[in-house]
Every structure is written in structure tokens, then in C-alpha cells.
């Protein structure tokens, strides 16, 4: 039979099938073998190979374990599903999946995980409104954000510093940003896994991060960060850049206010447009 050859540049699924027959190759297994170790069948997996067929999560995390890929074919196959994403995030999402904790500096928006889904709509909506997405791609956004709200039910620690900005910004309008204040006051109460301080305008030059990061400490105990531009996130894994991001946040974190403090600038944030509101 004549094998047929992908150019992985075509497609992110070109790009996935390429890089399974590679791996398939260097272990030195037939697509039979690798069939009877993922349990799929070789026709499956032939038409994977040739990007006839997308594969299934199940079969990407499968076949990571038995080419020991570490990860490498789960992050083509996320880059490939959500590719409403900016690149980097992908990667980064696989690693949030695996951390044990995870520590946000946000200056902008309230961070993904601690979003209310209206307020995660309305941000959403108004991109598709200037023209910077389409529907479908912010449906696809908040499918995968819903997904990765899940990982607030394990025992992960979370532990976000909110510039005070971002209780400020009203998304949505009034009732939307009163009920994701609502929602956060909800969680610092009700968690104990999660954790919010709030940076106050006060601190001024002495605050010690000037953009948005997250630091997520993985169950080998190492920490990666990531951050993002306007065009790509950036997942920083050399240990003594995320050492310097991690003393930053530290810092920080001494400098923001208690967790009781914190709750109560919540809720007279929250107070404040209810009564601009009447």
C-alpha cells in the first residue's frame, strides 16, 4: 500500500498525525502493536495517521503513555481542538491539569478559574462584537473554560492576588460585575482550598509584579509560570526565571491585603454599583 505523506505545516491535525507515526517509528511499532497497546484498532490508528479521522482524548493520553511522549502528543491534539485559543495556552493547560497549586496575579480580569459564567460571557461577547472572533470560537473558549473550572472541585490550592482594578472594571455592566463579586465573596468563604487578597491602588510603584502571571506548583514540587502578550502566552519553565517570579509574588502577597480585608473591599466594591445602579 502506498503510504501517504502529510505536510505537518497543513494542519494542527496534519501536524498530530505526523508526529504519532514519528513516535510510532522510533519505538520500532507497527500500528497493529500500538493497537493492541492502547487498545484501538489498527485501522483506527492508520487513520489517524493519515488525518482521516481526529483522534479521541482517550486515544492521545493512551498513546502519550505507551510512546513515553511525556505530554508532547496531548498538547498537539489541544492545540488542534481549541484553536480558538492564542498559541502557548494549550501547553500551558495541560499543565494546569497537573498541578497541586496554582498562584494568579491578575491586572485585568478576575482569572479564568475564579470567573462567574455570565461575566466569562459578557467579556466573550463583546470581542465577538468587535470583530476579533467569530461565535464560534468564544463558544469555544467558554467550553473549555467551563471544563477547567472543574479542577476548583479537587484539593488544589488556589491562591489569586486581584489588583484592585479588576474588581473595579465593570464587565458586563452592573448586575454582571455585582454577581462576580458575589461569586468571589462566595468562593473565599466557602473554599477553603481558594484564597484571594486584594492589591490596592495604594501600594502604587512599590507593587511588585507589573503584569499578570500564574505560577503553578506541579506534584514533583517544581513550579512553571506562564504569561501572556496580546498575540501568545509563554510558558516559562527554567527554574531560576520562575524562582525570580515566585520571589515577586511573595512579595506580594505580603504587600496585598489580609484575606478578611480582602473580602471586605469585595464587598463594598460590590455595595458601591448596586447603588450607582438605583
Avoid at 500500538?34 to 479521541?56: C, D, H
Avoid at 510603584?205 to 503553578?216: F, K, N
Amino acid at each position: 500500500m502506498k503510504r501517504i505523506t502529510l505536510d505537518p505545516t497543513s494542519s494542527p491535525l496534519a501536524a498530530f498525525a505526523v508526529q504519532l507515526r514519528r513516535l510510532r517509528e522510533a519505538r520500532g511499532l507497527t500500528q497493529v502493536e500500538l493497537g493492541t497497546l492502547v487498545r484501538y484498532s489498527s485501522v483506527y490508528i492508520s487513520n489517524v495517521e493519515t488525518a482521516k479521522q481526529a483522534p479521541s482524548l482517550k486515544f492521545v493520553q493512551r498513546a502519550d503513555e505507551a510512546l513515553t511522549a511525556g505530554g508532547a502528543l496531548e498538547l498537539l491534539w489541544w492545540s488542534w481542538k481549541n484553536g480558538a485559543l492564542i498559541p502557548g495556552f494549550p501547553e500551558y493547560a495541560t499543565k494546569e491539569r497537573e498541578a497541586i497549586c496554582i498562584r494568579f496575579f491578575a491586572t485585568g480580569l478576575v482569572p479564568g478559574l475564579l470567573q462567574h459564567h455570565d461575566y466569562s460571557a459578557a467579556y466573550e461577547a463583546a470581542i465577538v462584537r468587535r470583530g476579533e472572533a467569530t461565535r464560534a470560537q468564544a463558544d469555544e473558549r467558554l467550553r473549555v473554560l467551563a471544563v477547567r473550572q472543574k479542577l476548583l472541585e479537587r484539593t488544589l490550592t488556589v491562591h489569586a492576588v486581584l489588583d484592585e482594578g479588576v474588581l473595579r472594571r465593570p464587565i458586563g455592566g452592573t448586575i454582571v460585575m455585582a454577581q462576580q463579586l458575589s461569586y468571589l465573596a462566595e468562593l473565599s468563604t466557602t473554599r477553603p482550598n481558594v484564597v484571594l487578597q486584594i492589591a490596592p491602588y495604594r501600594l502604587g510603584e512599590e507593587r511588585p509584579l507589573s503584569h499578570a502571571v500564574t505560577l503553578l506548583t506541579l506534584p514533583n514540587r517544581a513550579m512553571v509560570g506562564y504569561t501572556e502578550t496580546l498575540q501568545r502566552g509563554y510558558l516559562e519553565q527554567d527554574a531560576e526565571a520562575v524562582a525570580g517570579w515566585a520571589r515577586k509574588y511573595d512579595r506580594l502577597q505580603v504587600d496585598a491585603l489580609p484575606r478578611a480585608d480582602s473580602l471586605a473591599m469585595i464587598h463594598e466594591v460590590r455595595k458601591e454599583l448596586e447603588r450607582h445602579a438605583r
